[in-house]
Protein backbone atom coordinates (compact mmCIF):
# COMPACT_ATOMS: atom_id res chain seq x y z
CA UNK A 1 0.00 0.00 0.00
CA UNK A 2 1.47 3.59 -1.27
CA UNK A 3 2.32 5.37 1.58
CA UNK A 4 0.42 8.64 2.02
CA UNK A 5 2.33 12.10 1.40
CA UNK A 6 3.74 13.81 4.41
CA UNK A 7 1.76 16.67 5.77
CA UNK A 8 3.72 19.39 7.16
CA UNK A 9 2.58 20.60 10.64
CA UNK A 10 1.26 23.85 10.78
CA UNK A 11 2.87 26.62 12.50
CA UNK A 12 1.75 27.74 16.08
CA UNK A 13 -0.38 30.02 15.58
CA UNK A 14 -2.13 28.35 12.87
CA UNK A 15 -2.45 24.66 15.11
CA UNK A 16 -3.89 26.79 17.78
CA UNK A 17 -6.60 28.40 15.65
CA UNK A 18 -7.37 25.14 14.06
CA UNK A 19 -8.22 23.03 17.07
CA UNK A 20 -10.11 26.31 18.35
CA UNK A 21 -12.58 25.00 15.06
CA UNK A 22 -14.98 28.43 14.94
CA UNK A 23 -16.19 30.70 12.90
CA UNK A 24 -13.57 33.46 14.99
CA UNK A 25 -10.78 30.80 14.43
CA UNK A 26 -11.47 30.75 11.08
CA UNK A 27 -12.04 34.63 10.77
CA UNK A 28 -8.61 35.05 12.17
CA UNK A 29 -7.28 32.69 10.00
CA UNK A 30 -8.92 34.15 6.85
CA UNK A 31 -6.58 37.52 7.99
CA UNK A 32 -3.37 35.84 8.31
CA UNK A 33 -3.77 34.02 4.82
CA UNK A 34 -4.09 37.35 3.31
CA UNK A 35 -1.59 39.48 5.15
CA UNK A 36 0.87 37.84 6.62
CA UNK A 37 4.23 36.63 5.45
CA UNK A 38 4.50 33.86 2.61
CA UNK A 39 5.02 30.72 4.84
CA UNK A 40 2.30 31.67 7.38
CA UNK A 41 -0.18 32.85 5.00
CA UNK A 42 -0.05 29.47 3.22
CA UNK A 43 -0.31 27.60 6.41
CA UNK A 44 -3.39 29.97 6.93
CA UNK A 45 -4.89 29.08 4.02
CA UNK A 46 -4.34 25.31 4.37
CA UNK A 47 -6.15 25.13 7.65
CA UNK A 48 -8.91 27.50 6.62
CA UNK A 49 -9.49 25.18 3.87
CA UNK A 50 -9.63 22.39 6.62
CA UNK A 51 -12.17 24.24 8.29
CA UNK A 52 -14.21 24.61 5.43
CA UNK A 53 -14.61 21.05 5.13
CA UNK A 54 -16.37 20.27 7.92
CA UNK A 55 -18.71 23.94 7.65
CA UNK A 56 -17.10 26.43 9.15
CA UNK A 57 -16.62 29.71 7.52
CA UNK A 58 -15.48 33.40 8.37
CA UNK A 59 -17.71 35.71 9.37
CA UNK A 60 -18.49 38.44 6.70
CA UNK A 61 -16.17 41.46 8.06
CA UNK A 62 -17.84 44.90 8.57
CA UNK A 63 -14.85 46.37 8.66
CA UNK A 64 -15.08 48.05 11.84
CA UNK A 65 -12.59 50.42 12.95
CA UNK A 66 -10.80 48.00 15.52
CA UNK A 67 -10.50 45.62 12.30
CA UNK A 68 -9.59 48.23 9.73
CA UNK A 69 -6.93 49.64 12.00
CA UNK A 70 -9.24 52.86 10.71
CA UNK A 71 -7.32 55.60 12.66
CA UNK A 72 -7.12 59.21 11.53
CA UNK A 73 -2.94 58.85 10.54
CA UNK A 74 -3.57 55.42 8.03
CA UNK A 75 -6.92 56.34 6.17
CA UNK A 76 -7.42 57.69 3.14
CA UNK A 77 -7.41 61.78 2.76
CA UNK A 78 -9.04 62.16 -0.18
CA UNK A 79 -12.20 60.23 -2.41
CA UNK A 80 -12.80 60.52 -5.77
CA UNK A 81 -16.40 58.98 -7.59
CA UNK A 82 -17.62 58.72 -10.89
CA UNK A 83 -21.25 59.18 -12.00
CA UNK A 84 -22.83 55.92 -12.27
CA UNK A 85 -23.26 54.09 -15.61
CA UNK A 86 -26.82 52.91 -17.18
CA UNK A 87 -25.92 49.53 -15.35
CA UNK A 88 -24.95 51.35 -12.10
CA UNK A 89 -21.64 50.81 -12.31
CA UNK A 90 -18.89 53.41 -10.94
CA UNK A 91 -15.58 53.75 -10.24
CA UNK A 92 -14.22 55.14 -6.57
CA UNK A 93 -10.65 56.38 -5.93
CA UNK A 94 -8.72 56.71 -2.51
CA UNK A 95 -5.45 58.64 -1.63
CA UNK A 96 -3.69 58.37 1.15
CA UNK A 97 -1.11 61.03 1.83
CA UNK A 98 2.29 60.60 3.54
CA UNK A 99 2.25 63.56 5.93
CA UNK A 100 6.11 63.07 5.73
CA UNK A 101 6.13 63.68 1.86
CA UNK A 102 6.92 60.45 0.81
CA UNK A 103 4.98 58.27 -2.16
CA UNK A 104 1.16 58.27 -1.51
CA UNK A 105 -1.48 55.11 -2.18
CA UNK A 106 -3.84 54.77 -4.29
CA UNK A 107 -6.71 52.71 -4.12
CA UNK A 108 -8.68 52.18 -7.19
CA UNK A 109 -12.59 50.32 -6.63
CA UNK A 110 -15.03 49.34 -9.15
CA UNK A 111 -18.68 49.11 -7.71
CA UNK A 112 -22.35 48.29 -9.02
CA UNK A 113 -25.76 48.08 -8.06
CA UNK A 114 -26.20 44.65 -7.92
CA UNK A 115 -22.93 42.83 -6.86
CA UNK A 116 -21.35 45.71 -4.58
CA UNK A 117 -17.68 45.69 -4.77
CA UNK A 118 -16.18 44.08 -8.04
CA UNK A 119 -13.28 44.64 -8.33
CA UNK A 120 -10.11 46.58 -6.17
CA UNK A 121 -6.82 47.13 -6.24
CA UNK A 122 -3.71 49.70 -5.25
CA UNK A 123 -0.34 50.71 -5.54
CA UNK A 124 1.97 53.03 -4.09
CA UNK A 125 2.31 56.01 -6.44
CA UNK A 126 4.08 59.80 -6.36
CA UNK A 127 1.56 62.63 -6.22
CA UNK A 128 2.62 63.31 -10.02
CA UNK A 129 1.53 60.01 -11.22
CA UNK A 130 -1.66 59.97 -9.18
CA UNK A 131 -2.75 63.48 -10.69
CA UNK A 132 -2.05 62.37 -14.49
CA UNK A 133 -4.25 59.27 -13.49
CA UNK A 134 -7.07 61.18 -12.53
CA UNK A 135 -6.80 63.63 -15.44
CA UNK A 136 -7.26 60.47 -17.72
CA UNK A 137 -9.65 59.28 -16.24
CA UNK A 138 -11.90 62.32 -15.94
CA UNK A 139 -11.63 62.94 -20.05
CA UNK A 140 -14.23 59.83 -20.50
CA UNK A 141 -17.25 60.93 -22.50
CA UNK A 142 -19.67 58.67 -20.54
CA UNK A 143 -18.89 59.92 -16.37
CA UNK A 144 -18.24 62.77 -14.56
CA UNK A 145 -15.26 61.81 -12.29
CA UNK A 146 -14.66 64.79 -9.24
CA UNK A 147 -13.40 64.93 -6.02
CA UNK A 148 -15.86 64.19 -3.00
CA UNK A 149 -16.11 64.00 0.80
CA UNK A 150 -13.70 61.27 2.10
CA UNK A 151 -16.59 60.26 4.80
CA UNK A 152 -19.14 59.76 2.11
CA UNK A 153 -17.20 58.05 0.26
CA UNK A 154 -15.99 55.48 2.98
CA UNK A 155 -19.70 55.13 3.50
CA UNK A 156 -20.41 53.64 0.03
CA UNK A 157 -17.11 51.62 -0.15
CA UNK A 158 -18.45 49.98 2.87
CA UNK A 159 -22.02 49.34 1.61
CA UNK A 160 -20.44 47.98 -1.36
CA UNK A 161 -18.52 45.44 0.42
CA UNK A 162 -21.45 44.60 2.73
CA UNK A 163 -23.30 43.71 -0.31
CA UNK A 164 -20.52 41.77 -1.94
CA UNK A 165 -20.14 39.90 1.03
CA UNK A 166 -24.13 39.29 0.88
CA UNK A 167 -24.23 38.39 -2.50
CA UNK A 168 -20.91 36.52 -3.56
CA UNK A 169 -18.74 33.70 -1.40
CA UNK A 170 -15.49 35.07 -2.44
CA UNK A 171 -13.98 39.16 -3.01
CA UNK A 172 -11.97 40.57 -4.67
CA UNK A 173 -8.38 39.73 -4.31
CA UNK A 174 -6.76 42.36 -1.69
CA UNK A 175 -10.86 43.52 -0.49
CA UNK A 176 -8.99 43.52 3.57
CA UNK A 177 -5.46 44.98 2.63
CA UNK A 178 -6.88 47.79 0.75
CA UNK A 179 -10.04 48.52 2.87
CA UNK A 180 -7.70 49.46 5.68
CA UNK A 181 -6.25 52.01 3.65
CA UNK A 182 -10.06 53.21 2.96
CA UNK A 183 -10.86 52.89 6.39
CA UNK A 184 -14.66 52.95 7.99
CA UNK A 185 -16.83 56.06 7.77
CA UNK A 186 -17.35 58.30 10.89
CA UNK A 187 -20.92 58.14 10.60
CA UNK A 188 -24.07 56.62 9.06
CA UNK A 189 -26.16 58.69 6.17
CA UNK A 190 -30.00 57.78 6.91
CA UNK A 191 -30.43 60.33 4.18
CA UNK A 192 -28.43 60.88 0.52
CA UNK A 193 -26.13 64.10 1.27
CA UNK A 194 -26.83 65.65 -1.81
CA UNK A 195 -29.94 66.78 0.39
CA UNK A 196 -27.44 68.44 2.05
CA UNK A 197 -25.58 70.77 -0.13
CA UNK A 198 -29.01 70.98 -1.99
CA UNK A 199 -32.02 71.79 -0.68
CA UNK A 200 -35.05 69.46 -2.38
CA UNK A 201 -37.67 71.94 -1.40
CA UNK A 202 -36.49 74.93 -3.13
CA UNK A 203 -35.28 72.67 -6.13
CA UNK A 204 -38.78 71.21 -6.44
CA UNK A 205 -39.98 74.84 -6.26
CA UNK A 206 -37.88 76.81 -8.66
CA UNK A 207 -39.32 77.18 -12.34
CA UNK A 208 -35.69 77.66 -13.71
CA UNK A 209 -34.94 74.00 -12.89
CA UNK A 210 -36.39 71.80 -15.81
CA UNK A 211 -38.24 68.92 -15.22
CA UNK A 212 -37.78 67.85 -18.94
CA UNK A 213 -36.87 64.24 -18.70
CA UNK A 214 -36.14 63.88 -22.81
CA UNK A 215 -33.71 67.05 -21.59
CA UNK A 216 -32.25 65.60 -19.00
CA UNK A 217 -30.56 62.88 -21.07
CA UNK A 218 -29.20 65.22 -23.29
CA UNK A 219 -26.57 66.12 -21.00
CA UNK A 220 -23.44 64.46 -19.21
CA UNK A 221 -23.63 61.73 -18.15
CA UNK A 222 -27.00 61.00 -18.87
CA UNK A 223 -27.13 61.13 -22.17
CA UNK A 224 -25.54 57.43 -21.82
CA UNK A 225 -27.92 56.13 -20.35
CA UNK A 226 -30.25 53.39 -21.71
CA UNK A 227 -31.82 50.09 -20.47
CA UNK A 228 -29.90 47.03 -21.94
CA UNK A 229 -31.09 46.58 -25.51
CA UNK A 230 -31.43 42.80 -24.91
CA UNK A 231 -34.57 44.00 -22.74
CA UNK A 232 -36.27 45.26 -25.60
CA UNK A 233 -36.96 43.06 -27.55
CA UNK A 234 -40.89 42.39 -26.90
CA UNK A 235 -41.55 46.34 -26.34
CA UNK A 236 -39.69 46.39 -30.11
CA UNK A 237 -42.05 43.70 -31.91
CA UNK A 238 -44.74 46.01 -30.67
CA UNK A 239 -43.31 49.81 -31.61
CA UNK A 240 -42.68 47.61 -35.03
CA UNK A 241 -46.55 46.94 -35.41
CA UNK A 242 -47.53 50.55 -34.76
CA UNK A 243 -45.07 52.31 -37.05
CA UNK A 244 -45.90 49.39 -39.79
CA UNK A 245 -49.22 49.50 -39.50
CA UNK A 246 -51.16 49.33 -42.88
CA UNK A 247 -54.14 51.17 -41.20
CA UNK A 248 -54.30 54.58 -42.42
CA UNK A 249 -54.08 56.52 -39.26
CA UNK A 250 -53.48 60.38 -38.58
CA UNK A 251 -50.63 61.27 -36.75
CA UNK A 252 -52.04 62.05 -33.41
CA UNK A 253 -53.46 58.68 -34.17
CA UNK A 254 -50.30 57.17 -34.44
CA UNK A 255 -48.81 59.02 -31.74
CA UNK A 256 -51.19 58.02 -29.35
CA UNK A 257 -50.65 54.78 -30.18
CA UNK A 258 -47.63 54.51 -29.45
CA UNK A 259 -47.62 56.49 -25.98
CA UNK A 260 -49.72 53.51 -25.01
CA UNK A 261 -46.79 50.52 -26.17
CA UNK A 262 -44.31 52.91 -24.41
CA UNK A 263 -46.21 53.16 -21.19
CA UNK A 264 -47.60 49.97 -21.21
CA UNK A 265 -43.28 49.16 -21.98
CA UNK A 266 -42.62 50.72 -18.95
CA UNK A 267 -44.53 49.26 -16.37
CA UNK A 268 -43.40 45.81 -17.79
CA UNK A 269 -39.40 46.70 -17.63
CA UNK A 270 -39.55 48.43 -14.58
CA UNK A 271 -39.95 46.55 -11.35
CA UNK A 272 -39.91 48.84 -7.89
CA UNK A 273 -36.55 47.72 -7.11
CA UNK A 274 -35.29 49.12 -10.28
CA UNK A 275 -36.66 52.69 -9.68
CA UNK A 276 -35.41 52.98 -6.85
CA UNK A 277 -31.62 52.11 -8.11
CA UNK A 278 -32.19 54.89 -10.98
CA UNK A 279 -33.70 57.15 -8.31
CA UNK A 280 -29.86 56.70 -6.16
CA UNK A 281 -28.33 56.82 -9.80
CA UNK A 282 -29.53 60.21 -9.80
CA UNK A 283 -29.42 61.51 -6.25
CA UNK A 284 -25.46 60.04 -6.81
CA UNK A 285 -24.92 61.92 -10.07
CA UNK A 286 -26.40 65.02 -8.83
CA UNK A 287 -23.78 64.67 -5.74
CA UNK A 288 -20.99 64.72 -7.94
CA UNK A 289 -21.56 66.95 -10.36
CA UNK A 290 -22.32 69.41 -7.58
CA UNK A 291 -18.96 68.97 -6.55
CA UNK A 292 -17.86 69.07 -10.51
CA UNK A 293 -19.08 72.58 -10.49
CA UNK A 294 -22.27 72.01 -12.48
CA UNK A 295 -24.93 73.11 -10.40
CA UNK A 296 -27.70 73.23 -12.36
CA UNK A 297 -27.39 70.06 -14.02
CA UNK A 298 -27.29 69.01 -10.27
CA UNK A 299 -30.52 70.69 -9.27
CA UNK A 300 -32.04 69.23 -12.38
CA UNK A 301 -31.01 65.58 -11.63
CA UNK A 302 -31.82 65.95 -8.08
CA UNK A 303 -35.31 67.52 -9.49
CA UNK A 304 -35.77 63.90 -11.39
CA UNK A 305 -34.83 61.96 -8.33
CA UNK A 306 -37.45 63.54 -6.31
CA UNK A 307 -40.52 62.67 -9.14
CA UNK A 308 -39.62 59.26 -8.51
CA UNK A 309 -41.65 56.97 -6.92
CA UNK A 310 -41.23 53.66 -6.86
CA UNK A 311 -44.70 52.86 -5.41
CA UNK A 312 -46.08 54.17 -8.11
CA UNK A 313 -46.48 52.38 -12.14
CA UNK A 314 -43.78 53.36 -14.07
CA UNK A 315 -45.72 54.68 -16.90
CA UNK A 316 -47.21 57.24 -14.37
CA UNK A 317 -43.43 58.99 -14.41
CA UNK A 318 -41.76 60.82 -17.25
CA UNK A 319 -38.69 60.08 -16.13
CA UNK A 320 -39.29 56.24 -17.19
CA UNK A 321 -41.22 56.70 -20.17
CA UNK A 322 -38.59 59.04 -21.53
CA UNK A 323 -35.87 56.45 -20.55
CA UNK A 324 -37.82 53.41 -22.13
CA UNK A 325 -38.23 55.62 -25.87
CA UNK A 326 -34.95 56.67 -25.91
CA UNK A 327 -33.84 52.98 -25.40
CA UNK A 328 -36.58 51.70 -27.85
CA UNK A 329 -35.12 54.31 -30.33
CA UNK A 330 -31.52 53.64 -29.90
CA UNK A 331 -32.39 49.72 -30.56
CA UNK A 332 -34.30 50.95 -33.59
CA UNK A 333 -31.53 52.70 -35.26
CA UNK A 334 -29.37 49.67 -34.09
CA UNK A 335 -31.71 47.63 -36.35
CA UNK A 336 -32.00 50.26 -39.29
CA UNK A 337 -27.76 50.42 -39.14
CA UNK A 338 -28.05 46.70 -39.41
CA UNK A 339 -30.36 46.16 -42.58
CA UNK A 340 -28.58 48.79 -44.37
CA UNK A 341 -25.63 47.17 -44.17
CA UNK A 342 -27.02 44.17 -45.26
CA UNK A 343 -28.76 45.41 -48.94
CA UNK A 344 -26.86 43.89 -51.89
CA UNK A 345 -24.91 46.73 -52.67
CA UNK A 346 -24.08 48.16 -49.68
CA UNK A 347 -20.38 48.96 -48.18
CA UNK A 348 -18.92 46.70 -45.50
Do not use: C
Not at 55 to 80: C, H, I, L, N
Not at 165 to 189: K, L
Not at 203 to 218: G, I, Y
Request: aromatic share 6%; hydrophobic share 40%.
Amino acid sequence: MPAKPRKEPYPEPVAVLLSQGDASAAQQLAALAEDAEKPLAKAARRALHQLRLIGVEPPARPFTAATTQARSDTRAQKAWMSTPSALGRRVLLFVWEDPGGGSSILVEALLDDEGGLTEISGSSMGRRRIQEHLERLKSRETWVLEEVPVDWARHVMRDAVRLAHATRSTQPDGTSRWMRVVGEPDRDYPVHPVYGVLDPAAVQADPRVSADAAQLFTEKPFSSWFLEPQRMAPAMERLAAVLDSKLVLEEHQKRERVDRMLAEAADELLTGEEMARWQRRLEDSAFVLHFAGNEDAAKRAVKHALSISPEQPPREQPFFVNLVERSLALVYAMLERHQEKSRPGSAA
